[in-house]
């Protein structure tokens, strides 16, 4: 079983991230990690401490000579700004300098004092944070990894910011990911991600925050992933799930999603061909979006994010109440990223590059990664396929719904 956990606050001293049940022999270059939280970070619309923060890292245990020993893997990465935040962020008694007792609508603040009985919003917004996600792209590089040894290759671009919407015809190749990362809001459409741009600047300008939409395509996933069997183990259910667990993603899409609640069945479903030459079946589209019956279908696997507009605004207009003096009054205000949905997209990569991965090793077991590479290939040649290399630039795209 395929497991992490993630500890640490925002401006605490670091994140720490334990991955157990990694195959041994799985090859990690810690430049690859590096690599991957790099491209977190990325995104117009993003705050200031994107741009000073660093992501040092340090390769604590479960990786030697640059191969997993099948024991936890288990990663640190530093924060930048400790030392400003030490005095605040003490783990040892003492009181903070002041208190933030006037909760923002829309962020973890309340409703996480309430529960815990806190009263000071720090004490939850710290771990509330979207911060942590940087713990679990390291967690989501090691998925990958061991992905594309099964040939599955995991990307994602933005499909909508505020109002702008990209062209939904045009998707991503794996071979497309550099163009992605070099767009300003990682969108694959040039037309659209002018207006985004303009989208964002227009609402910095304004002190206020956006949301939108980012897709993550996965190629090469292998048949029989998940099952039809217990709800809990149904692969879109894992999915959404996984997404959901998302600071700010409110709702998850699989394939043609909402749209397909008002479609007829005729015009709905993939139909199904067999290939004689290759010997196996094929779907010309991928409108369920490589999953039927909570498994995967081989069909490429289309899963969407849609992130809400942030909560802490620039120029705080929200009504909120001081929950020292019950007065009225507007909500405080943190240094804030106007808009995150780029780096979501990077994240929900993650996410389904995690679930994959663990549905993986739950299927073709094993203990080294060489054991689950030839359980892998055996039951896809069972199949009647070729197993699958890592998809390329010069590989056709997928037809379109
Ligand atoms: C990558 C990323 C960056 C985020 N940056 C901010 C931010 O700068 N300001 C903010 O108010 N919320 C930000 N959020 C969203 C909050 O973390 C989230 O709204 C909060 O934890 C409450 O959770 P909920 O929206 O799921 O209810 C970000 C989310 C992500 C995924
Ligand atoms: C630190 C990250 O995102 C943070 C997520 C976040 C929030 O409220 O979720 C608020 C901001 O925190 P800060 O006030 O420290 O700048 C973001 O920068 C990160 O993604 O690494």
């Known amino acids: 079983m395929l497991r ?3 500890a640490g606050e925002s401006h605490g001293r670091g994140l720490v991230v334990v991955v157990e049940g990694l195959p041994a022999g799985l090859p990690i270059e810690e430049e690859a990690i590096a690599g991957e939280l790099a491209r977190r970070r990325l995104g117009y619309g993003r705050g200031p401490r994107m741009r000073f923060e660093v992501d040092r890292l340090t390769l604590l245990g479960g990786i030697r000579h640059g191969r997993t020993l099948g024991s936890p893997v288990a990663v640190l990465i530093d924060n930048t700004e400790w030392p ?15 208190r933030l007792t006037t909760p923002r609508p829309g962020h973890a603040d309340l409703a996480g004092m309430l529960k815990y009985g806190f009263d000071d919003a720090r004490d939850v917004l710290e771990r509330a944070s979207a911060r942590e996600t940087a713990a679990r792209v390291v967690a989501g590089c090691l998925a990958k990894s061991l992905l594309s040894h099964l040939g599955v290759a995991v990307l994602s671009h933005v499909v909508a910011l505020g109002e702008a919407r ?44 956006l949301g939108g939409v980012a897709e993550v395509l996965a190629y090469g996933v292998p048949v029989g992933l998940g099952s039809h069997v217990h709800w809990d183990r149904r692969l879109d259910g894992l999915l959404a799930q996984a997404i959901m667990s998302i600071p700010a993603i409110k709702a998850v899409e699989i394939g043609q999603g909402e749209e397909v609640a008002g479609l007829r069945g005729s015009v709905a479903h993939d139909a199904i061909e067999w290939d004689a030459e290759g010997g196996q079946y094929r779907r010309p589209t991928s409108r369920a979006g490589g999953i039927e019956g909570g498994m995967s279908t081989g069909a490429l696997l289309v899963v969407r994010a849609a992130m809400k507009p942030l909560a802490t605004l620039n120029r705080p207009v929200l009504a909120t109440v001081d929950v020292e003096t019950k007065e009225p009054t507007k909500s405080f205000k943190e240094r804030t990223d106007v808009t995150a949905v780029p780096a979501m997209g990077v994240v929900a990569e993650t996410m389904v590059a995690w679930v994959l991965a663990a549905e993986a090793v739950r299927k073709y077991g094993g203990d080294s990664l060489a054991e689950l590479v030839r359980n892998w290939r055996a039951a896809t040649e069972a199949l009647g396929s070729t197993p699958s290399r890592a998809p390329t630039v010069a590989d056709p795209l997928p037809v379109q719904p």
């Open 84 to 98: 400003k935040w030490e005095q605040e962020m003490s783990p040892h008694p003492g009181a903070p300098s002041r």
């Open 166 to 209: 990209a062209d939904g015809g045009l998707r991503p190749g794996p071979g497309d990911l550099a163009r992605v990362d070099a767009s300003p809001v990682r969108c694959f459409d040039p037309v659209a991600e002018e207006a985004m741009v303009a989208a964002i600047r227009a609402a910095a300008k304004d002190g206020d925050s």
């Open 4 to 6: 992490f956990l993630t």
